[in-house]
Every structure is written in structure tokens, then in C-alpha cells.
């Protein structure tokens, strides 16, 4: 009977070292370290619990007539040890699995990155590793391709697929000159351009660090959880004290045994993993769907603050507009396919930032060989064809060249289109409201959040653009400056601030509120002010990342409960206070499955 019990003891003991020693190691040096600064965190919980089982199956293995030759089984739990250790792996696993499921946007922005690029160097092409690529190098992108590095037009001309940086849909014109983003796509025509920002610079690469910075950062609610734990431990471990002595002096023979079980049984379920992974595994959810949805967190801290938003200032143009300024009516005196054809060469050629949405007005025709071609600063530009000179431009271009301009076409801001003597074509362009706008704002105050437009436009401009969104609330004329105070005075009054925005004059008020959401497409300084940036150019997204931070809070709020839940029940149950009424022990191995099921419907609520 001894040999046989020796035998299976051995193989038991084979079986549970590589989890314990290996698999667990980390458990025990976490351990050690803490107790060298004399401080205890969770792993020593776990430490203790298994090594204790651990050693005092050794010594029945090893020396089992100590408790023969006393009358006392020599148990073993070389098996409460491992399911411990296993338990709390596969809780470690499966948040390490919802940090997979954020960092899933990780790899698709990555996926951006072409693998290798085509340069060329004292006249010689060559292709090269990405990450061999310098900045001044000569880039040769082909139609199809993706742009491999931030940097400027040398030559050639294309259109490219900006979608991924702002969201918008249409293929966006480049020439020589224009600056283009790694990660975009190449529509058509060739293109050299010149790296201006290369590897970790670039705007690409900034998202991703941005993404990875969340996942790792700290918030104050997990500050929280370390100084719960804190004090948590070092009460377990006292209650664990009294437990021992307590059955050693009045328990049942053999007082020893008993004393043990009941111990190891304490320190087994009391081991607050579930408390570890209360924070991480919801942030990491929550991260991770609100980059499904085009919101990148800038850190975990953010989810915090959103959820307290009541006030939500946005910036007009670029952010409640699309920043795109679009032919909104034209008119047409003499209209043909060629006066059309004309206009489209002409707006091509041009350098006027709306000179794009009035050649997309007429897209579709080649374009002509002009003689002449002179751009006019502030102004318009003119050009020769077929000996008929074409320009386009102002009313005092206009005047200058003695066209008519009809009375009710001389007082707004108008384009004008002419020929030789005549007008041909008007033309309104205007910076439009973005789609999503007004539904944004009817969702945000649907949840009792105060609205406010801010934007250096005339009066005039900002009633009618908040009159169309549906914001009651406006200041028209305001230097960036007056915006940074405006928040100030909000958050004074009490209330929590989101400033969302998109350019450089927006980023002191960003950095100034509670809370900044930046547009993907706005400017390096407005996204570094920003604690959320918006990759689809949808506002609806702003009330999004709010409910995600409610949502988000919340779990976190369950999984404390659920954490301790487990624990104040459970832990006089392992102490043995139903022994007396009841003659019931909870089993060392019955204690590790319990401890590891609150973490694992930790895990899951964050999961859900």
C-alpha cells in the first residue's frame, strides 16, 4: 500500500513540476521582489498559496511515514497547485486575447505600410526596405501603390485615396508641390516624391504609436484597484494567520492537517487576480471597439473623462463642415463643351484652393494645350486658346479686364468665368456642412449635453451654419485665443468640457478642456492636443466614444464587485465556518476553481 501510494505521489509530483516552476515562475520572482522592498502585491497571494501546497506535498512524498507512523493520511495537492496556476494563466490568456482584439487596428494600419520602395539615388533606381528609405530620397510610387512615407510631389501628377486620414471618400488631386501622407493609396498617375518624414515621423506611424500608447497606459481607475490590493493582501494574509492557529490549537486531530488545508484553502480563493484584470480587460476591450469604429483613444484615461461630458464645444470649419469648399449654385450665360473644356484646363492649372471644386464641377473633359498661362495673385488666372483669352477669377479681375458683371452678381463672393468680351459662367463656392453634423448634434443634446459652435467667420455665416446643424449656441469673429478662454470659463461653471477641432487655432482650447477629439484630417498640433481622434470624419462618432466611455466605466464598476463578490463570500467558507454546524471543508482544489471563476467572468463581462 505505502509503494503504491509512493508511486503515484512520484508521477503526480513529475506531472506538476514544469506548471509550477515554469509555467508559474513568474508568479514566484513577482513574488520575491515585492518582499524584498517588504512590500505584497497579488502574485504573492499566488506564491504562497501554491508554493505552500506545493511544499507540504514534497514532504509527504518524499517523507510520508511522518504521517503514517502519527496515524495521519499523508495527502498530497500537487493537483490544487497546478489548477491554481492554470486557472490564473488561462485568465491571463484571455486578457491578453482582448489585447489582441484592440491591437487588431494595430496591425491593419500597419498593413498600410508597403514592405519595400523603389528610390532612386545619383540617378539610379533601386529598391529598398522601407525602413532603409532617408529623408531627401527620391520615392518613385507607381499607379496601385501605396504611399510608402510622408512627403512632397517632385513630379508627376495623380490622384490619391486619402480615406484612411480623413475619411473622405474622394480621391484628392496631387501635383507637384502637394504633400502626401504613408498609408494612402495611388489611384492613377506617377509620381516622385520627395520623403520628408520617414518611419516613426510619419502621420501613419503616429497613429499607431497613439493606439499602442493607449494599451499600455495607466489610468486613475486601475491606480485605484493597485492601492485596493495593497491593502487587501496584507488582510488575507492575516486572516490566513488566525485561520492556521486557530486550527492548530482548537481544530479537530490531526490539528496540523487541518490547520494546513484550511490555510492553503484561504490563501487559494482569496488570491485577487479577478481584481487585477478588472481594469485592464475592459479598457482594452473598450479601446478596441472604438478603433472598429474609427475612434482611436489616445490613452486609457480618456475613457474615464468622457463619460463625465456635458458641454461639447465644435470648431465650424473643417470639423462641423467638411473643410472642402464645394460649387454650391452656378450659372451658366454661354455654355458649351468647350467653354467647359476651357474652364476645366484652367482650374487645373490653377493654384487657388478652390480652384479644385470648380474644375470637379466640369470633370471629365481632356485637358487643352493653353498659351499664356498666368496666375494672378489674389485674384484668378488667366490664359490663351484658339487666340480668345479666358479668365477666371474676381469681380476686380473682372473690372480689370472690362467685362459686365450684372448688378445683383456684384455684391457677394462670387467666381466669375469669362471670355474675351462677355461673362460666360458664375459661380458660388462654399465650404459645406459635413452629413453627419446635424444628427450628431441632435444625438448629443438628446443626452443633455450642451452644444457650442466656435468660429472665426462673420456673424452672418456662423447663424446660418448653426442653423442648419441645430446648434443654439454660437460665437462668430473668435481668435484662438477667445477660444481657449471660452472653455476656461465653462469648465468654471462647472461643467466638464470635449473641445473637437481640427486646426493649429484650435489646439490651445483642445489642450485646455476636460477633454480634446480631433479630426483625423486636421493638423499634427490639433491631434497631439487630442484624446481621441476621429479616423472617418463622422461626428457622430463624438457620442459614440461618450457611450463607449459610460459602457466602458460601467464594466469596470461590475468587475470590482464581481472581484470582491467571490471573496466575502467565500473567503470564511475556506476559513471553515460552516465546519462546526455542518462538517463542511472547502478543498484546496474546489477553492482554486472558485478563485479562478471570478476571474474569468471578469474577463467575460469585459469580453461582452
Same mark, same amino acid.
Given at each position: 500500500?505505502?509503494i503504491?501510494?509512493?508511486?503515484?505521489?512520484?508521477?503526480?509530483?513529475?506531472?506538476?513540476?514544469?506548471?509550477?516552476?515554469?509555467?508559474?515562475?513568474e508568479?514566484?520572482?513577482?513574488?520575491?521582489?515585492?518582499?524584498?522592498?517588504?512590500?505584497?502585491n497579488?502574485?504573492?497571494?499566488?506564491?504562497?498559496?501554491t508554493?505552500?501546497?506545493?511544499?507540504?506535498?514534497?514532504?509527504?512524498?518524499?517523507i510520508?511515514?511522518?504521517?503514517?507512523?502519527?496515524?495521519?493520511?499523508?495527502?498530497?495537492?500537487?493537483?490544487s497547485a497546478?489548477v491554481?496556476?492554470?486557472f490564473?494563466?488561462?485568465g491571463k490568456?484571455?486578457?491578453?486575447?482582448?489585447?489582441?482584439?484592440?491591437?487588431?487596428v494595430?496591425?491593419?494600419?500597419?498593413?498600410?505600410?508597403?514592405?519595400?520602395?523603389?528610390?532612386?539615388?545619383?540617378?539610379?533606381?533601386?529598391?529598398?526596405?522601407l525602413?532603409?528609405?532617408?529623408?531627401?530620397?527620391?520615392?518613385?510610387?507607381?499607379?496601385?501603390?501605396r504611399?510608402?512615407?510622408?512627403?512632397?510631389?517632385?513630379t508627376?501628377?495623380?490622384?490619391?485615396?486619402e480615406?484612411?486620414?480623413?475619411?473622405?471618400?474622394?480621391?484628392?488631386?496631387?501635383?507637384?508641390?502637394?504633400?502626401?501622407f504613408?498609408?494612402?493609396?495611388?489611384k492613377s498617375?506617377?509620381?516622385?516624391?520627395?520623403?520628408?518624414?520617414?518611419?516613426k515621423n510619419?502621420l501613419?506611424?503616429?497613429?499607431?504609436a497613439?493606439?499602442?500608447?493607449?494599451?499600455?497606459?495607466?489610468?486613475?481607475?486601475?491606480?485605484?484597484?493597485?492601492?485596493?490590493a495593497?491593502?487587501?493582501?496584507?488582510?488575507?494574509?492575516?486572516?490566513?494567520?488566525?485561520?492556521?492557529?486557530?486550527?492548530f490549537?482548537?481544530?479537530?486531530?490531526p490539528?496540523?492537517?487541518?490547520?494546513?488545508?484550511?490555510?492553503?484553502?484561504?490563501?487559494?480563493?482569496?488570491?485577487?487576480?479577478?481584481?487585477?484584470?478588472?481594469?485592464?480587460?475592459?479598457?482594452?476591450a473598450?479601446?478596441?471597439?472604438?478603433?472598429?469604429?474609427?475612434i482611436?483613444?489616445?490613452?486609457?484615461?480618456t475613457?474615464?473623462v468622457?463619460?463625465?461630458?456635458?458641454?461639447?464645444?465644435?470648431?465650424?470649419t473643417?470639423t462641423?463642415?467638411?473643410?472642402?469648399?464645394?460649387?454650391?449654385?452656378?450659372?451658366?450665360?454661354?455654355?458649351?463643351?468647350?467653354?467647359?473644356?476651357?474652364?476645366?484646363?484652367?482650374?487645373?492649372?490653377?493654384?487657388?484652393?478652390l480652384a479644385?471644386?470648380?474644375?470637379?464641377?466640369?470633370?471629365?473633359?481632356p485637358?487643352?494645350e493653353?498659351q499664356?498661362?498666368?496666375?494672378?495673385p489674389?485674384?484668378?488666372v488667366k490664359?490663351?486658346?484658339?487666340?480668345?483669352?479666358?479668365?477666371?477669377?474676381?469681380?476686380?479681375?473682372?473690372?480689370?479686364?472690362?467685362?459686365?458683371v450684372?448688378?445683383?452678381?456684384?455684391?457677394?463672393n462670387?467666381?466669375?468665368?469669362?471670355?474675351?468680351?462677355?461673362?460666360?459662367?458664375?459661380?458660388?463656392?462654399?465650404d459645406?456642412?459635413?452629413?453627419?453634423?446635424?444628427?450628431?448634434?441632435?444625438?448629443?443634446?438628446?443626452?443633455?449635453?450642451?452644444?457650442f459652435?466656435?468660429t472665426?467667420?462673420k456673424?452672418e455665416?456662423?447663424?446660418?451654419?448653426a442653423?442648419?446643424?441645430?446648434i443654439?449656441?454660437?460665437f462668430?469673429?473668435?481668435?484662438?485665443?477667445?477660444?481657449?478662454?471660452?472653455?476656461?470659463?465653462?469648465?468654471?461653471?462647472?461643467?466638464?468640457?470635449?473641445?473637437?477641432?481640427?486646426?493649429?487655432?484650435?489646439?490651445a482650447?483642445? %489642450?485646455?478642456a476636460? =477633454?480634446?477629439?480631433? +479630426?483625423?484630417? #486636421?493638423?499634427?498640433? /490639433?491631434?497631439? *492636443?487630442?484624446? $481621441?481622434?476621429?479616423?472617418?470624419?463622422d461626428?457622430?462618432?463624438?457620442?459614440?466614444?461618450?457611450?463607449?466611455?459610460k459602457?466602458?466605466v460601467?464594466?469596470?464598476?461590475?468587475?470590482?464587485?464581481w472581484?470582491?463578490?467571490?471573496?466575502?463570500?467565500?473567503?470564511?467558507v475556506?476559513?471553515?465556518?460552516l465546519f462546526? %454546524?455542518?462538517?463542511? =471543508?472547502?478543498s484546496? +482544489?474546489?477553492? #482554486?476553481?472558485?478563485? /479562478?471563476?471570478? *476571474?474569468?467572468? $471578469?474577463?467575460?463581462?469585459?469580453?461582452?
Open positions: 500500500h505505502i503504491h501510494l509512493e508511486y503515484k505521489n512520484w508521477i503526480l509530483l513529475t506531472f506538476s513540476l514544469p506548471v509550477v516552476f515554469f509555467s508559474g515562475s508568479f514566484y520572482v513577482n513574488a520575491w521582489k515585492q518582499a524584498r522592498h517588504r512590500m505584497v497579488m502574485d504573492t497571494l499566488v506564491a504562497l498559496s508554493g505552500i501546497a506545493f511544499i507540504f506535498s514534497l514532504i509527504n512524498t518524499i510520508p511515514r511522518l504521517f503514517l507512523e502519527s496515524g495521519q493520511h499523508p495527502h498530497v495537492y500537487y493537483e497546478t491554481i496556476i492554470t490564473i494563466l488561462a490568456f484571455l486578457e491578453e486575447n482582448s489585447k489582441s482584439k484592440a491591437s487588431s494595430i496591425r491593419s494600419l500597419m498593413g498600410l505600410q508597403p514592405k519595400t520602395l523603389t528610390v532612386s539615388r545619383n540617378g539610379i533606381e533601386m529598391e529598398i526596405p525602413q532603409m528609405v532617408a529623408q531627401g530620397d527620391e520615392v518613385m510610387v507607381r499607379p496601385g501603390d504611399i510608402p512615407v510622408d512627403g512632397v510631389v517632385l508627376g501628377d495623380s490622384y490619391l485615396d480615406s484612411m486620414i480623413s475619411g473622405e471618400p474622394l480621391p484628392v488631386y496631387k501635383n507637384s508641390g502637394s504633400n502626401v504613408a498609408g494612402t493609396l495611388n498617375g506617377n509620381l516622385v516624391i520627395t520623403a520628408s518624414k520617414t518611419g510619419t501613419l506611424a503616429g497613429i499607431i497613439m493606439v499602442q500608447e493607449a494599451q499600455s497606459a495607466k489610468p486613475p481607475i486601475q491606480k485605484l484597484a493597485d492601492k485596493i495593497s491593502v487587501f493582501v496584507p488582510v488575507v494574509l492575516a486572516i490566513a494567520a488566525v485561520t492556521f492557529t486557530a486550527w490549537i482548537w481544530g479537530p486531530p490539528p496540523l492537517t487541518f490547520a494546513f488545508l484550511t490555510t492553503i484553502s484561504v490563501l487559494i480563493i482569496a488570491c485577487p487576480c479577478a481584481l487585477g484584470l478588472a481594469t485592464p480587460t475592459a479598457l482594452m473598450g479601446i478596441g471597439r472604438g478603433a472598429s469604429h474609427g482611436l483613444i489616445r490613452n486609457a484615461s475613457l474615464e468622457a463619460c463625465k461630458i456635458n458641454a461639447v464645444i465644435f470648431d465650424k473643417g462641423l463642415t467638411t473643410g472642402k469648399p464645394v460649387v454650391t449654385h452656378s450659372e451658366w450665360f454661354i455654355e458649351n463643351d468647350q467653354n467647359k473644356q476651357v474652364l476645366f484646363s484652367l482650374e487645373k492649372r490653377s493654384g487657388h484652393p479644385y471644386a470648380i474644375a470637379a464641377l466640369v470633370d471629365g473633359f485637358l487643352l493653353l499664356n498661362f498666368t496666375d494672378i489674389g485674384k484668378g490664359a490663351t486658346y484658339c487666340r480668345q483669352q479666358y479668365t477666371i477669377g474676381n469681380l476686380a479681375l473682372m473690372n480689370e479686364n472690362n467685362i459686365a450684372p448688378e445683383n452678381l456684384k455684391d457677394g462670387f467666381i466669375f468665368f469669362s471670355g474675351e468680351n462677355a461673362l460666360i459662367a458664375v459661380f458660388s463656392v462654399e459645406t456642412l459635413r452629413k453627419s453634423s446635424p444628427e450628431a448634434i441632435r444625438k448629443l443634446k438628446a443626452d443633455g449635453i450642451e452644444v459652435m466656435l472665426g467667420d456673424k455665416t456662423a447663424a446660418n451654419m442653423s442648419t446643424a441645430g443654439d449656441h454660437y462668430a469673429e473668435v481668435m484662438p485665443a477667445d477660444k481657449n478662454h471660452f472653455v476656461k470659463e465653462l469648465r468654471q461653471k462647472g461643467y466638464n468640457v470635449a473641445m473637437v477641432g481640427d486646426g493649429i487655432n484650435d489646439s482650447a483642445m %489642450a485646455e476636460d =477633454l480634446g477629439i480631433a +479630426m483625423a484630417s #486636421g493638423s499634427d498640433i /490639433a491631434i497631439d *492636443s487630442a484624446g $481621441v481622434i476621429l479616423m472617418q470624419g461626428l457622430n462618432a463624438v457620442a459614440q466614444a461618450i457611450h463607449l466611455s459602457a466602458t460601467k464594466i469596470i464598476r461590475q468587475n470590482f464587485f472581484a470582491f463578490f467571490y471573496n466575502v463570500i467565500a473567503i470564511p475556506a476559513a471553515g465556518v462546526p %454546524a455542518a462538517g463542511f =471543508l472547502l484546496p +482544489m474546489i477553492a #482554486g476553481a472558485a478563485m /479562478a471563476m471570478s *476571474s474569468v467572468t $471578469v474577463v467575460m463581462n469585459s469580453l461582452r
